[in-house]
Structure formats: C-alpha cells, structure tokens
C-alpha cells in the first residue's frame, strides 16, 4: 500500500473518531426546531422528552413543525445505521439526499433501529447522468422493509 494510501486511510479513522464524539446537532445545519435531549419515550401520540445541551438525541421540538434536519456535507454512497422513535399517528420519512424517502412508523411506542444502504447516482464525464439513485437495502430491526 502507498504511503498516500496509508495516510488518508490514517487520517480517515481518526476523523471518524472524532466525528463519533461530537454532539448529533453538529452534523446538521442550525435548525432551532430541533432539541439535543438525552431521554426521549413514547406515551401515545407524545414524547416525554428530557432536553439536555449535551444529549446525544435530537428530537423535532417545534408542535405540528415540518422542519427536516439537513446535513452540513453531501452524502453519496453510504451506509447508515440509527435508532428512531415516532410516536403514534405521526408521519415520519427519512430523506436521503433530501429527495428518496424511507417511511418511518411507530411500532408499539418503542424505540426502532434502522439500517440503509444507499448508491448514489453515477454520472459520466460530461455530468450527465448514467444511472439512478438506489435505496439497495432497508432493514428496521433486523427486517427487510
């Protein structure tokens, strides 16, 4: 392996390290309809949230908002793995790329863990592109969906 090769690889889990450390809202442009909380449950159609600066839980403050969260960095081909929580008779989707959607529902109030595998669109030297986004694989604990 090239000396490059070694360092960018280096330099990539060291990022990644750092990156884990961070607060969730850092991944994400401003949005003050968006809390850091560090409990969150479901009671029926409402959560119970604890806010805390320091919570590793972002959670849609703002009553009847429809503010998404958008990330600070373009996302192509990725793997992404997170816990959610929608509570009943919510509407809830997850955009990748702020355009394909996963539909996210409330199952019994408890707290779900999604995993996606999403292939960006190709595009060839001119811009143009040759081949669509594709949603590859969606599981919700466990289960494909």
């Known amino acids: 392996m090239s000396l490059l090769k070694k360092i960018l690889l280096g330099s ?3 990022f ?7 607060n969730p809202a850092d991944y994400f442009k401003a949005n003050s309809d ?3 909380a560090s409990k969150v449950s479901a009671v029926g159609n ?17 009553k009847g908002s429809s503010e998404h969260l958008n990330a600070n960095e373009h996302i192509g ?8 929580l929608v509570p009943e008779g919510s509407d809830a989707k997850l955009y990748v790329q702020g355009r394909y959607a996963i539909d996210l ?3 019994n109030n408890e707290w779900q863990r999604l995993y996606v595998t999403f292939r960006a669109p190709r595009y060839n ?8 986004a594709l949603i590859m694989e969606v599981r919700i604990n466990g289960e494909t969906v």
């Open 77 to 84: 081909d990725s793997v992404l793995e997170t816990e959610f």
């Open 125 to 132: 030297e001119a811009s143009a592109k040759v081949d669509a």
């Open 12 to 14: 990539f889990v060291i």
């Open 16 to 22: 990644s390290t750092q990156v884990y450390a961070q």
């Open 34 to 36: 968006w809390i850091n």
């Open 46 to 62: 409402k959560l119970q949230v604890t806010p805390a600066k320091d919570g590793n839980i972002l959670v849609l403050n703002a």
């Open 105 to 107: 529902k409330n199952v």
